[in-house]
């Protein structure tokens, strides 16, 4: 051992500012599939797994070959430089799992934030209007522009004013929060009568499942009644399937559960294992209208991250092929509302359409004493827990 956690925490607390704090004083040693060792020898169930990214474990083999060759080709030419195929091959997936069935194109950024700004662009260069809606506990990153859009202020707004204007925020429909799919609708018919037209809306952007908001899905109706409202007046609807997508909540994306066709999607966090790569995916006829050279950035698409996360989609397919005779393998019912923590921020996020499944199959699991039994867990579902 070098030097122990509060060691490290101390030296960290000297040099890094507090704004980029830390949940956790364990410094990570090494990390394989779903568990990591920190400094000390000690060995965790990763359920931070770096904010909803490895979900397909940490240093899976293929992402490390993957990565390996392609680093030993060339790292970096920029895409918008000098592109290469791997670039246009992760497009040409990207497009083709996206939800829905129009033709559509995909850009490369370096992370979520960025994908979230750019479609914010993109709806604005499309539609010429201004207004960008989002809602109430949403969050969408901690730039300027996403700041501004998330809908929580501590710790992500206060101090950091002023924000952009033409943003404008809804409340988001938690029956368990009395707000009700009705109420919600009626808010926005409310904010189109007092802030701003719908004429003049360029976008509304939703998560189908709040992540910083305290992980509540939204229901069907409410994301079949937003694609109505956008098609009503001409609104680009913008899922943020950032921290949903990949199979993070069962479905590769999770506006397949409700059916609904997003205009444009920001895919970050689980595309590529951990490795910085974001994109923004949609519609072809709205993604042209910015102009050549308007979208992208120095790292955008990097080699490197595309060679991830291709590896990532080979790996996640793989799974998927024989998901349900895995699931089946389990035989207890998941309630994860019963947890002995909190759950915000976990990765115990992605057992939740599991859970879901698993009750209409009748069958019991408890959570706690998954966590209590997790040697017997990892043993009896290794293939389940680990990709
Ligand atoms: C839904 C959602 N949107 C946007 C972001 C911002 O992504 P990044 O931290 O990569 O900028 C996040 C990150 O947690 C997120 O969960």
């Known amino acids: ?23 956790y004083p364990v410094y990570v040693e090494h990390a394989k599939n779903a568990e990591l060792w920190d400094v000390e020898g000690k060995r965790y169930i990763d359920f931070g797994t770096g904010i ?8 899976h083999p293929k992402v490390v070959a993957a990565v390996k060759e392609q680093v ?8 918008m430089v000098n592109p290469y195929e791997i670039a246009v091959e992760l497009a040409e997936k990207l497009v083709a799992i996206a939800p829905g069935d129009s033709a559509k194109k995909a850009i490369f950024v370096s992370t979520g934030a960025e994908a979230v700004e750019n479609c914010v662009k993109i709806a604005r260069a499309h539609t010429g209007r201004r207004g ?7 969050f969408h990153g901690r730039t300027n522009l996403t700041m501004a859009l998330t809908g929580k202020i501590t710790p992500y707004k206060n101090l950091f004013g002023p924000f952009p204007s033409d943003i404008f925020h809804a409340p988001f429909p938690i029956e368990t929060h009395d707000i009700s799919v009705k109420a919600s609708l009626k808010a926005l018919d409310n904010l189109f009568k007092v802030d701003i037209a719908p004429t003049d809306v360029a976008a509304i952007i939703v998560e189908p499942v709040q992540g910083e908001g305290g992980f509540y899905a939204a229901p069907t109706e409410f994301l079949v009644a937003l694609r109505n409202l956008c098609d009503q007046h001409g609104i680009v609807l913008i899922a943020d399937e950032i921290q949903t997508g ?10 397949e559960y409700s059916g609904v066709e997003p205009d444009l999607i920001t895919m970050a966090k689980g595309i590529a294992g951990g490795f910085p790569i974001a994109a923004v995916v949609g519609k072809s006829d709205i993604m042209d209208a910015p102009l050549p050279g308007g979208l992208g950035g120095t790292y955008g698409g990097s080699p490197v991250a595309c060679a991830a996360a291709l590896a990532v989609l080979d790996i996640i397919e793989e799974a998927r092929k024989n998901f349900d005779e895995r699931l089946d393998k389990i035989n207890w019912e998941i309630y994860y509302k019963d947890l002995p923590f909190n759950p ?10 599991i859970a879901e499944e698993l009750k209409t199959l009748d069958r019991k699991i408890v959570l706690n004493s998954m966590i209590l039994k997790w040697d017997v867990i990892k043993q009896e579902f290794n293939d389940l827990i680990q990709f």
């Open 1 to 23: 051992m070098t030097q122990s956690n509060a060691q490290l925490q101390q030296r960290k607390t000297q040099v890094i500012a507090r704004g980029q704090g830390n949940v």
């Open 52 to 59: 909803a990214v490895c979900n397909t474990g940490h240093s």
């Open 72 to 79: 030993d080709k060339f790292s970096h030419t920029c895409v």
């Open 132 to 138: 960008v809606i989002a809602f109430n506990g949403g």
């Open 246 to 255: 990949f199979g993070r909540t069962g479905k590769m994306f999770n506006f």
């Open 344 to 353: 915000s921020a976990l990765s115990l996020y992605k057992w939740a359409p």
